[in-house]
């Protein structure tokens, strides 16, 4: 058998740590896996078999440079976990020896970076060395402390690539989480380390400028309490920052301003870096001065978010959100509520501003949750000595009245079209619910909306959101869910890029799924939920609801496309389908009638003398009038062609129209929620297969037993309202009325009519006259639907074919039951 190459190793080991957070049955082999082939002591002689375990390793941390490194930690985590009370730690021992060896390499790494035709390939390597011990030091940072003084003169790296960069970042993380556990460090190595950080704050970009700082802020708050060194650099940038602000009130339009950009965007930064790991209204920066340093720098940043230049308003905000991880109180002030809540609310503003102010808010949640993890590991320690109440309340109350201010605004940054919007609103609001900041029912048609996101990462961590409400508190995505069909609606529609194109309800992929099935799947289990839930969605085509045609297409289109299981679930759908056509359908022929028939005497305006014969004939209407509302089965016998019996009934309709189209364009808009439902029903009826009979046969009170088998969907079946569709598309709702339009809806209205004749037919007419009442229904459906034949595929069984139950039709009697 051929050896699997070095590449193909490192793949097939990316695969499975992926699974690290799995379920327990393929965690526990990932945990077994890993801890057989990285994590077990290897024999000291053995410096083959540790040089292969490094650089697979390093491999495949390298191999996931822009996926993360949660799996890496997670596994480090379970592993040294598993064996805290046991008295034998191979894990740990093993993670002691790849850290010893991991600095040997990178020595190595470092001596051949000299020879250029392999500095590129060196590089890399060094860089991911450097990553996997940062990764060890944010589990482990103990195992490093021996380490740390030969981790320094990294720090003087010349960057001249973006992996030169990395491996200061990298340095900078290690001794942050390293200097402070070392006993009585040197001073010089401490002052080496300050010095060095300095200039590479003053010299580099933003990346480098936030890790230095944290670095520093480490360094001196735990160890060297070197206050003076950070004031001289705080007063640097902000004393320039305030002259800036001077120049720029006295002459917005100066050169001088523009040629000092560069200046002001890097004070603007670090200023808010240093107020990030610096108190600097403690008396060891500002000694017995009275000035209230954070208000003023407050003042400073704010002033600069309303300057001209987008990106000097970005940089404020970023420095504004780094100031506010040391006091989250300032956010409470009305002058940040107001540019927070109007750039999060404001659809012109710019989407770089509404990223920024996200992840401002993103970033001040983990550092909270951070922290509170740390006092929750701190409590543990002394929880067994001393009887203490949970630490943190203070704390979490402010993140609690902080999200509760901005809550609603970032709930409707979901309304974008930019999906990193989304994206950083959508992490905003996971990290707020797993920190139990708000009541999570809020929240839920958000996530019920951002489910149905097109891209998929977003719509799993939506869903994933739900399933852990669901946990905790069972009914809440039950008693949201048709706000939160409706709201997904509304961010289909902010996603939507050609406005023309109407609004569809499933993924138009291979797939066709709905994109509610993940709703729908969660709440189908329980029966009551679920026909609650359906019974809801069906009343919005009630005419009465008022519900516009676009959403009406868009849960038609959910209806058509959810992840049924049991027969009972779309029989149920049909046998309510009915039910609201029999209401609706009369109540809209009936509303359009009245609209001829009033008109009609408003133009005849009978006098006087006229009244009385009026009065005594007040239910007759004209005769061309009576001829179009006569049953169709009469007409029949009296016309010998259909075709010119129909064309008579258009003109005798078209007679009695009123000048005004408002009715006609009203009929036409209400009729699409009746059309989409009878669609609606020939497709869920075709596509599992019912015949008429079982569908007439079917009755809601019926045990839950009896209609539980498993649907034969069949393949290639889709759904495709044309008559909505074009109805949309060619924007008829506000389009002019043309004499052809004008025809095809009143055949439109003389099709409903023949339909809602033969909706309920009459159980006690002759066997003749019941076929000719289906044929008659079957008839103007499939002219409602624009030539779709109404026939079913097949009867479900051979029972069924022969009970040839056909008599009640697809309607099915709705006065019958």
């Not at 740590?17 to 799995?22: A, P």
Request: charged share 25%; with cysteine.
């Amino acid at each position: 058998i051929e050896q699997p190459t070095f590449p193909k190793i490192t793949e097939m080991c990316v695969k499975m740590i992926r699974r690290v957070n799995d379920e327990e049955g393929i965690k526990k082999l990932v945990n077994e896996t890993f801890q057989k082939l990285w994590f077990t002591p290897t024999p000291h002689h053995d410096k083959e078999a540790m040089t292969r375990k490094i650089l697979n390793i390093t491999d495949v941390v390298a191999a996931c440079r822009d996926t993360g490194y949660d799996w890496f930690e997670q596994l480090l985590q379970n592993l040294l976990k598993s064996e805290e009370e046991a008295s034998y730690k191979p894990v740990k021992k093993a993670c002691t020896q790849l850290v010893d060896n991991l600095v040997e390499h990178i020595l190595k790494y470092e001596e051949s970076l000299s020879d250029s035709d392999t500095r590129g390939v060196n590089s890399g390597c060094l860089v991911a060395c450097i990553t996997t011990l940062f990764l060890f030091s944010k589990i482990r940072p103990q195992l490093m402390v021996k380490h740390a003084m030969t981790m320094q003169p990294y720090l003087t790296t010349k960057c001249s690539t973006q992996n030169d960069f990395m491996v200061i970042c990298n340095v900078a993380k290690i001794l942050e989480l390293v200097v402070p556990l070392m006993e009585h460090p040197s001073e010089t190595f401490l002052a080496t380390i300050e010095e060095d950080l300095m200039k590479l704050i003053i010299k580099y970009g933003m990346t480098v400028v936030q890790h230095c700082v944290s670095c520093l802020g480490a360094i001196v708050n735990k160890v060297t309490q070197n206050y003076k060194f950070v004031w001289a650099c705080f007063n640097r940038y902000y004393g320039a920052l305030s002259r800036l602000k001077r120049q720029h009130q006295e002459d917005p339009n100066s050169t001088i301003l523009t040629a000092n950009k560069p200046a002001l965007l890097r004070s603007l930064f670090t200023v808010g870096a240093l107020c990030r790991h610096f108190n600097f209204d403690q008396e060891d920066f500002k000694g017995n001065s009275k000035v209230n340093i954070k208000d003023k720098v407050l003042e400073l940043l704010m002033y600069f978010t309303k300057h001209s230049d987008e990106e000097v308003q970005t940089k404020a905000i970023i420095g504004l959100g780094f100031a506010f991880i040391q006091h989250p109180s300032l956010m409470f002030e009305q002058e940040v509520k107001t540019l927070y809540n109007s750039i999060l609310s404001d659809k012109n503003c710019s989407v770089n501003l509404k990223i920024q102010v996200l992840k401002n808010l993103q970033t001040y949640l983990q550092e909270e949750d951070t922290r509170m993890q740390q006092a929750d590991r701190d409590w543990k320690k002394v929880a067994k000595q001393e009887d203490l109440k949970e630490m943190g309340d203070v704390s979490s109350g402010m993140s609690s009245s902080i999200m509760q201010l901005y809550l609603k605004q970032v709930l409707e940054a979901f309304f974008h079209a930019q999906s990193s919007v989304r994206h950083f609103a959508l992490n905003v609001i996971a990290l707020t619910l797993n920190q139990g900041l708000i009541h999570p029912v809020q929240c839920v048609p958000y996530l019920i909306a951002m489910g149905t996101d097109p891209e998929p990462s977003m719509r799993n961590k939506a869903d994933q959101q739900l399933v852990e409400i669901d946990k905790k508190y069972a009914g809440f995505i039950h008693m949201k869910a048709v706000a939160g069909m409706k709201m997904s609606y509304q961010v289909q529609q902010a996603i939507n890029t050609c406005p023309k194109d109407p609004v569809r309800g499933f993924r138009q992929d291979e797939s066709s799924s709905a994109l509610c099935s993940h709703l729908y799947s969660m709440i189908r289990g329980n029966r009551q939920h679920r026909r609650a839930f359906l019974i809801s969605l069906l009343n919005l085509f009630d005419d009465t609801a008022k519900t516009e045609v676009n959403m009406l297409l868009y849960i038609a289109d959910n209806l058509a496309c959810f992840p049924y299981q049991t027969q009972e679930e779309p029989l149920f759908i049909m046998h309510h389908i009915d039910i609201t056509l029999s209401v609706s359908g009369s109540n809209l022929l009936q509303s359009f009638k009245e609209s001829m028939v009033k008109d009609k005497k408003k133009e005849m305006k009978p006098s006087s003398d006229e009244e009385t014969e009026s009065d005594s004939n007040s239910g007759s209407e004209s005769e061309s009038e009576e001829e179009a509302s006569k049953p169709r089965r009469s007409r029949k016998r009296a016309h010998s062609d259909s075709d010119s019996e129909e064309e008579n009934d258009i003109n005798a309709v078209l007679k009695c129209l009123p000048e005004n189209s408002a009715p006609l364009i009203e009929f036409a808009n209400v009729s699409q929620g009746i059309l989409l439902l009878l669609m609606l029903k020939q497709h869920l009826k075709n596509l599992c297969g019912f015949s008429d009979s079982k569908i007439q046969k079917y009755s809601p009170s019926e045990a839950a037993k009896v209609y539980d088998k498993a649907i034969n969907r069949k393949a290639g079946i889709h759904f495709c309202p044309k008559q909505t569709l074009d109805f949309l598309q060619s924007d008829m709702a506000n389009s002019k009325i043309t004499e052809e339009v004008k025809r095809s809806i009143v055949k439109q209205y003389l099709d409903f009519k023949l339909l809602m004749e033969h909706l309920d037919p009459d159980e006690e007419e002759e066997d003749g006259e019941v076929s000719a009442s289906t044929s008659a229904r079957n008839k103007a459906i499939t002219s409602l639907l624009g030539g779709a034949s109404p026939k079913n595929n097949a009867a479900e069984t051979e029972d069924e074919e022969s009970d040839g139950e056909e008599r009640g039709g697809g309607a099915s009697g709705v006065r019958r039951r």
